[in-house]
C-alpha cells in the first residue's frame, strides 16, 4: 500500500489545539433540563431570557454562535441561554422547535418573539427591541405640579398625537370609516334638532 503524503504537524501538543468552546461561558447558560429553565425564568420574570435552540449537527447554528455570544456581552440586562434540542428535548418540545437555529424570546415565561433561521439582522433587531423597559403610551405627557400652574404644551407632542390619531382613522377599512361618518351626521342632526 504506497504511503501517503500527509505529515503530521511538528507541534501537536493539546494546549496547541484550537477546540470549540463547549463550557457555559459567564454571560451565556447552557440548558440541560425544562426545570432549570423554569428555576431561571422564576428568578427573572421582568427580565428578556432569549433561547438559542440549536444542535451539534447544525452548520448555520455555529454560523450564528458569535452573534449570539457578542449580544450576550453587549446586553448584560439580558438572560442568554442555549439549549441543544439533541440533549433537552422537553424544552424544545415545550416551545415546539421545528429548525435550528430558532431563538425563542420570553419575558417573565411568556413567548414574546421568535427569530427562526440565522438571520444576524433579524436577532440583533429582536433583542434590541425586547431588551429595553417595558415602554407605555399611557402616561407620556408633562403633566402637572400640584399648586402650580398648568404644563405648558409641547407643540412635539401634541403633533406626534394627533400623527398617531390621524394614523388609525387612515388604517381603518373604508366601510368602517363610511359607518363612522354616517354616526357622526346623524348624531349631529339629532344633537341640532
Sequence with gaps: MPHSSFKPATNTSAASIDFPQTHSTMSITHLASLSEL????????????????????????????????????????????????????DIATRYAVSAMPTFIFLKGGVKVDQVRGANKAALEDAVRRHSGPASSS??????????????????????????????????LDPQVKILLALAAAYLLFWYLS
Excluded: M, R
Excluded at 44 to 73: M, N, Q, R, Y
Excluded at 142 to 166: C, H, N, R, Y
Design 38 to 89: 423554569d428555576t431561571i425564568l422564576s428568578k427573572s420574570k421582568d427580565k428578556l431570557s432569549v433561547i438559542d435552540f440549536h444542535a451539534t449537527w447544525c452548520g448555520p447554528c455555529h454560523a450564528i454562535a458569535p452573534t449570539f455570544e457578542s449580544l450576550s456581552k453587549q446586553y448584560k440586562n439580558v438572560n442568554f441561554l442555549k439549549c441543544d434540542v439533541d440533549a433537552a428535548k
Design 138 to 171: 399611557a402616561f407620556t405627557g408633562k403633566g402637572q405640579t400640584l399648586g402650580g400652574g398648568p404644563a405648558p404644551i409641547d407643540i412635539a407632542d401634541v403633533k406626534s398625537t394627533v400623527s398617531q390619531a390621524t394614523g388609525k382613522v387612515k388604517n
